[in-house]
Every structure is written in C-alpha cells, then in structure tokens.
Nanobody
Framework: QVQLVESGGAQVQTGESLRLACIVS????????MGWFRQAPGKEREFVSF????????NYADSVKGRFTGSRDDAKNTVYLQMNNLKPEDTAVYYC????????????????WGQGTQVTVSS
C-alpha cells in the first residue's frame, strides 16, 4: 500500500520561507511523477507544482513561479517544496500526490495522495 505523509507546514509571516516534505512508502517512488497541490477554504484544489520521475523536469503554477522550487531525493523517497517569499494568498492545505503517468497538472491524474499539511501566512 502506497502512503504519502507531508510535513513542514506552519504559520509564518509574509515574506518568510517554509520547506514542505513528503515521504512516500510502500511503492516505487523513483517511478512516480510527484505533484504538489493546495486547497484553501471554500476553493477547489489547485495545482502548485510537479517534478517528473527523473527529477529533470518541473512545472509551476504562475502564482508561485519564481518563489517555489520542487525537488526530490530518491534515496530518501522524499519530495520537497521550498516556498520562499510567502504571501497570505498562499494560505492553504498543501497536498503531495504521486502519479504513474498522465496529464500532471490535474488532480485526477494522480493515483496516491497524502493527508495534507497546513500552511498559514499572516500579513
């Protein structure tokens, strides 16, 4: 059974940084494309970023481009999301997800999900 566990969420001030981590167990991590999504209260889950299984291709939502960076460490079965210059509009529950293939910008493309970690950015 594939399990994803996120960590690193916290309450921070505008302009501060956080690094989220997602550990994957029970599956073939090195073969998964990994994504980050977020969901704010009353809003739909939205794409944030993804990194492909080789780690040589990334994509970011326009709202986070230049501030967030995704990476992965296959030796640790872990994917990271470095978030810099955080803004109040980044406040959301952040989810990591694993995909065995497909259009990676859409939540429906992902096969496995974590439970999420809360990020709150105060102004």
């Amino acid at each position: 059974q594939v399990q994803l566990v996120e960590s690193g969420g916290a309450q921070v001030q505008t302009g501060e940084s956080l690094r989220l981590a997602c550990i994957v167990s029970g599956g073939a991590f090195s073969s998964y494309d990994m994504g980050w999504f977020r969901q704010a209260p009353g809003k739909e889950r939205e794409f944030v970023s993804f990194i492909n299984f080789r780690g040589d291709s990334t994509n970011y939502a326009d709202s986070v481009k230049g501030r967030f960076t995704g990476s992965r460490d296959d030796a640790k079965n872990t994917v990271y999301l470095q978030m810099n210059n955080l803004k109040p509009e980044d406040t959301a529950v952040y989810y990591c997800a694993a995909s065995v293939g497909g259009p990676l910008l859409k939540p429906e493309a992902y096969d496995y999900w974590g439970q999420g970690t809360q990020v709150t950015v105060s102004s």
